[in-house]
């Protein structure tokens, strides 16, 4: 089954404790990217892959990380949370090539709701 | 500076009734625009997309009209079910570009019984 896995689902920290939010996907897709969701913003993406060892930033990158060692793995690094990184993250996969609609299509992860205290 | 806007932010219908849900965008390169629908608790799944070659197209119960020289999509959910109950995300991209998808603030559609 195709899917984006994120760990955890949910997670509380405080102030300043680095921490690592992970995601994997088992599509073989080149292209991934976290998103964050908040009320009345909709999903603002933090940073993309557009391959291995390819990343760039989004709209929201402050205060983030992420590295792409392997295809399948992209996870999102926060050195030093703070209260305003609390939020509910989601990764996503996207199926590329323009060929069709079947195509250019985002897997997104069930996502982590992330409290920084 | 939000590059999809999106109408309204909450919406009540009636089962049976039709839920109509707007975007609009400013950035002619868009080619590819699509729309999610979002449970609670899940993640955003894709539930319709159209390119700007068509001014319509369906699915179902669901219809994405475009309008290319207004700038303007929206989706049409005809005869609403309780189970069509979520959030509603519009997108757009530019497929020549990065492929980042630009999304709309949500639409939070609530249907009655």
């Known amino acids: 089954e195709a899917q984006v896995t994120q760990n955890p689902r949910y997670l509380i920290t405080v102030t300043g404790k680095k921490l690592t939010v992970t995601c994997s996907q088992n599509?073989?897709?080149?292209?991934m990217s976290w998103y964050r969701q908040d009320p009345g913003l909709g999903l603002r993406q933090i940073y993309y892959?557009?391959?291995?060892?390819?990343?760039d930033k989004g709209d929201v990158p402050e205060g983030y990380k992420v590295s792409r060692k392997e295809k399948r793995n992209f996870p999102l690094i926060l050195e030093s949370p703070s209260p305003n990184q609390t939020s509910l993250y989601f990764c996503?996969?996207?199926?590329?090539?323009?060929?069709?609609?079947?195509?250019?299509?985002?897997?997104f992860g069930a996502g982590t709701r992330l409290s920084v205290l | 500076q939000q590059q999809v806007k999106q109408s309204p932010q909450s919406l009540i219908v009636q089962k049976g009734g039709i839920s109509i849900i707007n975007c609009a965008y400013e950035?002619?390169?868009?080619?590819?625009f699509p729309w999610y629908q979002q449970f609670p608790g899940k993640g955003p799944a894709l539930l319709i997309a159209?390119?700007?070659?068509?001014s319509e197209k369906k699915e179902g119960r669901f219809t994405i009209s475009f309008n290319k020289s207004a700038k303007q999509f929206s989706l049409h959910i005809m005869d609403s079910q309780p189970g069509d109950s979520a959030t509603y995300f519009c997108?757009?991209?530019?497929?020549?570009?990065?492929?980042?998808?630009?999304f709309g603030t949500g639409t939070r559609l609530t249907v009655i019984p």
């Open positions: 997108a757009a991209s530019n497929s020549a570009g990065a492929n980042n998808l630009f």
């Open positions: 996503a996969s996207t199926s590329t090539g323009f060929a069709s609609l079947a195509k250019n299509i985002q897997y």
């Open positions: 950035n002619t390169a868009f080619d590819y």
């Open positions: 892959s557009m391959n291995v060892e390819v990343t």
């Open positions: 599509m073989n897709h080149e292209y």
């Open positions: 159209i390119r700007p070659d068509v």
